[in-house]
């Protein structure tokens, strides 16, 4: 999805997420563009777990089912919340940065990586 680069207002990724067992180690969900550092915002699945980057756990079993994942991006606030099925499961403060754009997928991060697969569907992007 090109051309969704943004810099101010409120921003909102929504889409229906699949990561089948096996993926570990890897990032499926990301704002890009921050400050001293290339994201403000990862989602990365550990052992079934969907985790703010390698840290807080944002969704138990994670694996083998279609869930709705929402992202709300208020840069003048500099705050992410982050919803799964429609239930609040994080917020958390920006890192800045003056361009961001929304990635999804599978990207291998620091740690081992066993089986990288993510499926995406429906996935939609909001401006206020």
Same mark, same amino acid.
């Given at each position: 999805? %090109?051309g969704y680069?943004?810099?101010?207002?409120?921003?909102?990724?929504?889409?229906y997420g699949?990561?089948?067992?096996? +993926? +570990? =180690? #890897?990032?499926?969900?990301? !704002?890009?563009?921050?400050?001293? +550092?290339?994201? +403000?915002?990862?989602?990365? @699945?550990?052992? =079934? %777990?969907?985790?703010?980057?390698?840290?807080? #756990?944002?969704?138990?079993?994670?694996?083998?089912? &279609?869930?709705?994942?929402?992202? #709300?991006?208020?840069?003048? %606030?500099?705050?992410?919340? @982050?919803?799964?099925? =429609?239930?609040?499961?994080?917020? @958390?403060? $920006?890192?800045? $940065?003056?361009?961001?754009?929304? /990635?999804?997928?599978?990207?291998a991060q620091?740690?081992?990586?066993?089986?990288?697969?993510?499926? &995406? /569907?429906? !996935?939609?992007?909001? /401006? /206020?």
């Amino acid at each position: 999805m %090109a051309g969704y680069d943004y810099s101010s207002g409120v921003w909102q990724f929504e889409g229906y997420g699949y990561v089948p067992s096996g +993926t +570990t =180690g #890897v990032s499926i969900m990301q !704002v890009f563009g921050a400050g001293e +550092t290339a994201t +403000t915002l990862m989602l990365h @699945v550990y052992d =079934g %777990a969907l985790r703010y980057y390698d840290r807080q #756990v944002v969704e138990d079993a994670i694996y083998d089912r &279609w869930f709705r994942l929402n992202v #709300v991006h208020d840069v003048e %606030a500099s705050t992410l919340t @982050v919803y799964i099925d =429609g239930e609040q499961k994080l917020h @958390v403060h $920006g890192r800045g $940065g003056n361009s961001h754009f929304f /990635k999804f997928g599978v990207y291998a991060q620091n740690h081992d990586s066993s089986c990288m697969e993510s499926r &995406w /569907k429906d !996935v939609r992007i909001f /401006k /206020k």
